[in-house]
């Protein structure tokens, strides 16, 4: 059976098999509300209330929310594979760094040269590196996740009248 998802007074389609499904076998597309700067839209595809109600009343889909219970724990968790993932981020991006700064150095320490700088390359190169390489928690990349860090707790499902709600009358 296909979740849907009832979140702030709308209903939405998280996974992407689900929405195959929905696409191919139900010609219900949605309206994909994920990433909005990217080029490509992306999911989750927010379902109009008729689509959700007609999906249920067929069997096909259940709609559900989210009963998210943020512990200690889940926080402790979840500022873990932050700062892991800023650690790994920041290897990452000071090797490539450094292997774009080791192909200009050259050109660098000439013009360091010019204005008087007697440094050795090894030191510009490292000055050049700590002042470009400054990966901290506002600039990390977050990856697109494509299941929960954490389990959120238990689905409820939703009535069938709360969906009913939000539907336009004709």
Not at 28 to 37: A, P, R, S, T
Not at 107 to 126: C, F, Q, S, T
Request: with cysteine; hydrophobic share 40%; glycine share 4%.
């Amino acid at each position: 059976m296909i979740e849907l998802h009832y979140c702030a007074g709308g209903v939405f389609v998280f996974n992407v098999d689900d929405w195959a499904i929905l696409r191919k076998t139900h010609r219900i597309l949605g309206e994909l509300v994920g990433n909005l700067n990217a080029a490509v839209p992306t999911l989750p595809s927010q379902l109009l209330p008729e689509e959700a109600l007609l999906l249920v009343e067929k069997g096909v889909a259940k709609v559900i929310d989210q009963q998210y219970e943020y512990t200690s724990e889940i926080k402790e968790k979840y500022e873990q594979f932050e700062n892991e993932l800023l650690a790994q981020q920041q290897v990452i991006y000071r090797n490539n760094r450094k292997r774009q700064l080791e192909t200009m150095i050259d050109n660098i320490v000439a013009a360091k040269r010019k204005r008087g700088d007697d440094r050795p390359p090894e030191e510009i190169l490292n000055e050049e590196l700590e002042k470009s390489c400054k990966v901290t928690k506002e600039n990390m990349i977050w990856p697109t996740l494509l299941t929960p860090l954490f389990s959120a707790g238990e689905s409820v499902e939703v009535s069938r009248d709360v969906v009913l709600e939000k539907t336009s009358e004709l």
